[in-house]
């Protein structure tokens, strides 16, 4: 039926292969699907949500016929192809194609196929929104905030991540109650914002997909509708479902006029936080905050372990507070920048983190009573 490089056929197999899984309780979402798409071949994989399709190169002669075959075996057998070269041949009993044979160099493996037209296909419908970016701005973007997103689906419209146009740019959003993660990709960077974007908000299960599609670096088309979103980059196109609720608007969450500034090293803070941990590895105890003008004493306490460090900071005034903190580690992690100011907030008002002077892009942190 058809004939291609190894390399070709790998790549597109891994592109697709996120939601594919052979666990799967309807048996053709274990496949893959091979179709034909202008002179080459397109792979398909779809768990119904979620949809990536792959184009190839191949030499295909009039008597392919579309089809699916198990994505584990598939896989297996391309990766371990002794050949460069790798020829797929369909296998015809009593007038029906039953399966396809692999060949490889003395290589050969027999699997079962499903017929394509059975394969379920994720319709995009009207996607009236496109833009064009780098890709690896739109990967920034979720990976600044998608660690802040909620996991518990009981608050399911909280469980991804929000995209708002406004007039810096594009928005990215999380929460999950705790803290807030917020990222500006400016609309410098992306090709004519159009009119009239709706807010969405991409599910958690998207986003590492999403992050591996966009992993080329070159430019990707992102389109949208009020229900799904398309992303495009290279030959591969991955569409999503969004999840269908009203995100809340964080927009009115107003930092402390009254916070204190202080500024430090976020490596020097991370490894402090990290060796006090070390005395109270459960987060939700939490660790005590005391700052002073230049210094920053961080305490945690256990029934059995007592954990206290210092680290140099320049701070505008005194305060005491606590955070969880695992979720002030994760924070510092994803602010490009090891020039840190937190807004150190009174009494229960969130206190935010950003790099130094940095009023678009921020974390949240939501203060915290050390248990102990």
């Known amino acids: 039926m058809f004939k291609t490089d190894r390399s070709a056929l790998a790549a597109a197999i891994s592109a697709v292969s996120p939601v594919v899984k052979a666990s799967s309780k309807n048996p053709i979402l274990a496949n893959i699907s091979i179709e034909r798409f202008g002179d080459g071949l397109l792979a398909r994989g779809s768990n119904l949500d979620l949809e990536i399709s792959a184009r190839f ?29 790798i020829k797929v041949e369909q296998v015809v009993t009593a007038d029906k194609f039953t399966a396809v044979v692999l060949r490889s160099g003395r290589s050969r493996l027999t699997l079962p196929v499903l017929p394509a037209v059975d394969f379920p296909k994720l319709d995009a419908g009207t996607m009236p929104h496109v833009m064009t970016m780098g890709s690896n701005s739109f990967a920034k973007g979720l990976n600044a905030v998608s660690f802040a997103a909620e ?79 398309r992303v495009s980059v290279s030959g591969i196109t991955l569409i999503s479902k969004l999840i269908e609720g009203t995100y809340p608007d ?41 700052f002073s003008p230049t210094i920053a004493t961080l305490s945690g306490r256990s029934l059995e ?32 920048s090891d020039d840190l100011e937190l807004l150190v907030a009174h009494e229960a008002i969130g206190s935010r983190l950003r790099a130094r002077g940095d009023e678009q892009n921020y974390i949240v942190l939501m203060p915290m009573k050390p248990k102990w």
């Open 151 to 229: 996991t518990n689906n009981a608050r399911y419209y909280l469980c991804g991540v929000c995209l708002q146009t406004n007039a810096d740019g594009l928005a990215f959003i999380a929460t999950d109650g705790h803290k807030v993660a917020r990222r500006v990709i400016r609309a410098i960077e992306i090709d004519d914002i159009p009119p009239g974007v709706p807010t969405i908000i991409i599910p958690n299960e998207a986003i590492s997909p999403i992050l591996k599609v966009l992993g080329g670096g070159e430019d990707a088309e992102i389109s949208l509708s009020a229900q799904k979103i």
């Open 250 to 290: 964080l927009s009115r969450l107003q930092s402390d006029p009254e916070a204190i500034a202080v500024r430090f090293s976020g490596k020097q803070m991370g490894a402090a936080i990290e060796r006090v941990m070390l005395a109270t590895p459960d987060a939700t105890i939490g660790v005590k905050f005391e």
């Open 305 to 336: 372990s007592a954990g206290d460090d210092e680290i140099a900071v320049e701070a505008a005034g005194e305060i005491i507070t606590g955070f969880n903190g695992a979720n002030v580690r994760k924070a510092i992690e994803h602010i490009d």
């Open 57 to 85: 190169d191949a030499s295909v002669d009039d008597t392919f016929q579309g089809f699916t075959c198990p994505g584990d075996r598939l896989a297996g057998f391309v990766s371990g192809a002794p050949d460069a070269a």
